[in-house]
């Protein structure tokens, strides 16, 4: 008896696996149709997250007509770097510094003031070492201030201590110019 129990249920879970518990792609479609009308799309949490960050991007900056909205100058506040690192249509340059350090102090307002120069066509992020000792172990940073230049989300170069706005622009045009030959 407990044989034939445990037949007709091996069958009857088997004959279930086989129907794909009703996730057919009509079925799909069908339940997307309740949430859709002409108006409004089914919902897509990946598009929607994706909208919202190239909304993000797209807005305009205060100043600088048509050019992406985001902080030609900013410092890092914790957020994941590979988002920071792996912007697209601009150049970056990471640069970490710490606040005790003189160079630092000297290298930020050249920093700015390349930011600025560039008119939106390199975005610089400062990043504290000493309140991010983990990130600053991480790109292997030995001394402050280290910039770090990306294009495209890929890491192009390393230079370490303190430049000035001219130095800081001509280290750019040459590491560009050799990434495109």
Known sequence: MRKALRTILTIGLSALSLTGCGDSDTDKAARAAQFTTAAKPAPNPQREQLQDLVRKDL?????????????LYSEYKGEDIRQVTGVSGRSLLLVFTAPWCPHSKAMRAAMKALAEQEKGGVQVVEVNADAFPVLAEEFA???????ILYTEGVKLRTI??????????????????????
């Open 160 to 181: 370490e201590g303190s430049r000035t706005t001219e130095e800081l622009s001509i280290f750019m045009r040459q590491v560009l110019t050799q990434s495109e030959n």
């Open 141 to 147: 940073i030995t001394k402050v201030p280290t910039t």
């Open 59 to 71: 807005d305009v900056t205060p100043g600088l007509p048509g050019a992406p909205r985001y902080e």
